[in-house]
């Protein structure tokens, strides 16, 4: 089991920068995939990033790749999304996710059995 809570979002300009951090209790944060997906209003959750347990692999939605950078420290229980030159498109609550089986992330929500509460991205144009 674990428990994930993310920080980071806030209100940025169009161009801006935000860093989201997820913290994971437990001692086995290390074993889990993870994910970022995000939901705006009146739309489905869709998925963002995901990154293997290493950290050595990592997987991007098209419209994030290269602006966005996931990563994690697993001294710390930490997976981290820096998101630069940021669209009012991706306005949105952002959450983080363990996926419960499998070494890679993967872009299938339904493959992630522990998300947390979300956090508010929003983007001004």
């Known amino acids: 089991q674990v428990q994930l809570v993310e920080s980071g979002g806030g209100l940025v300009q169009a161009g801006g920068s935000l860093r989201l951090s997820c913290a994971a209790s437990?001692?086995?944060?290390?074993?889990?995939?993870m994910g970022w997906f995000r939901q705006a209003p009146g739309k489905e959750r869709e998925f963002v990033a995901a990154i293997s347990v290493s950290g050595g692999s990592t997987l991007y939605q098209a419209s994030v790749k290269g602006r966005f950078t996931i990563s994690r420290d697993n001294a710390k229980n930490t997976v981290y999304l820096q998101m630069d030159s940021l669209k009012p498109e991706d306005t949105a609550v952002y959450y983080c996710?363990?996926?419960?089986?499998?070494?890679?992330?993967?872009?299938?929500?339904?493959?992630?059995?522990?998300w947390g509460q979300g956090t508010q991205v929003t983007v001004s144009s």
């Open positions: 437990g001692r086995t944060f290390s074993s889990y995939a």
């Open positions: 996710a363990a996926r419960r089986v499998g070494v890679y992330g993967v872009p299938e929500a339904a493959e992630y059995g522990y």
